[in-house]
């Protein structure tokens, strides 16, 4: 991630997007040089003014489930209204090195306001310190324990919807490989926000957005340098999902792409995979966006448009 003396608004960002740009240059988040991991995670704590102030809901509730290699940490978001509502599980964004469940707690909430649903936030464990798969060990963990006991909390296990945005939407997308192969837990519709779903360089957009668009071509080798223990890992399905031999019996799912994204054509791509495996398949692209505008809702009211697609596409609306 490098540094730069300036920073220029590219004319093809749509409004939303270049009022968020001009934001972050505003309040100092870009340009910034980033060379350590705790470095990005003190330019993520910046990013909260972005987000917009985080709306009340009925209930909040922190829980800890067992995983494979100790607890992993869940935020349970209860809608307004009687029980049972609607489940989503969300994975956070961040690369796999950054995000949490305080960072994502307003998205959380608003997922839960917009859709009705109850909504099961996932701290899974991020690299560099727990590489691959550990974090996807604890999203497994995590929905196991959703499939099975988020009754307790009013949501309705069966119907259990899996949401994750940008390296959250790739962890999302595992899950779902992992769930068809072992037989669970049932999922019935994946929503991948501007999804990572390959390690592979060179689309049209990531030549196209390689620089300039926010998140960039060398961020992007950052992130999976420090996600992935070894290079070949690269190949395993459950990392660069978009090579899976088989898609064929996933959930439905539901694509969002930002128009501006070096991510693009690989969610593209991937949506193109299921759709020819014979999965339903949505792609809802937002012409001119930046990656990461869901997060956005201070400086854009465009993140509730999106939810209210979110909410239409789960039949939710």
């Known amino acids: 991630m490098a540094q730069k003396d300036s920073v220029h608004i590219p004319s093809d960002l749509a409004p939303e997007s ?3 740009l001009e934001r972050a240059i505003e309040l100092g988040i870009v340009p910034d040089e980033i060379t350590t991991v705790e470095a990005a995670r003190a330019k993520e704590v910046r990013e909260r003014a972005l ?6 809901l009925a209930a909040v509730a922190d829980v800890a489930v067992e995983g494979q290699d100790g607890p992993v940490p869940l935020r349970i978001y209860r809608p307004a209204g009687e029980p049972p509502f609607p489940t989503l599980m969300y994975i956070h964004g961040g690369g796999w090195v950054l995000g949490s469940i305080d960072h994502a707690d307003v998205d959380c909430r608003f997922l839960a306001l917009d859709t009705g649903s109850v ?6 464990r991020l690299a560099p310190e727990h590489k691959f798969p550990a ?3 604890d999203v497994v963990a995590a929905a196991e324990w959703t499939a099975s006991q988020v009754g307790d909390h009013g949501g309705d296990p069966a119907r259990l919807a899996v949401v994750g945005s940008s390296a959250g939407g790739n962890l999302a997308a595992a899950l779902c490989l992992l769930a068809g192969q072992r037989g669970g837990p049932r999922i019935d519709h994946q929503v991948l926000i501007y999804p990572v779903t390959d390690f592979s360089f060179d689309t049209t957009s990531y030549r196209d957005f390689a620089e300039g668009y926010w998140l960039e071509l060398a961020d992007m080798r950052w992130f999976w340098d420090h996600y992935l223990e070894t290079p070949d890992q690269a190949a395993d399905p459950r990392a660069s999902v978009l090579r899976a ?3 064929a019996g996933l959930p439905p799912a539901t694509i969002l792409t930002a128009g501006c994204d070096v991510l693009r054509d690989e969610a593209e791509a991937y949506g193109e995979r299921l759709r020819e495996a014979g999965v339903p398949v949505t792609v809802l692209p937002y012409p001119g966006q930046l990656h990461g505008f869901w997060s956005c809702g201070a400086v854009t009211s465009l ?3 999106v939810n209210a697609d979110i909410a239409a596409a789960l039949g939710r609306d």
Do not use: N, Q, T
Request: neutral net charge; hydrophobic residues 35%; charged residues 25%.
């Open 51 to 56: 987000m917009p102030e985080p709306p009340s």
């Open 119 to 124: 909504v099961v936030s996932v701290g899974y």
């Open 303 to 305: 993140p509730r448009r």
């Open 18 to 20: 270049r009022a968020i």
């Open 135 to 137: 974090g996807l060990d």
């Open 245 to 247: 031999p088989d898609l």
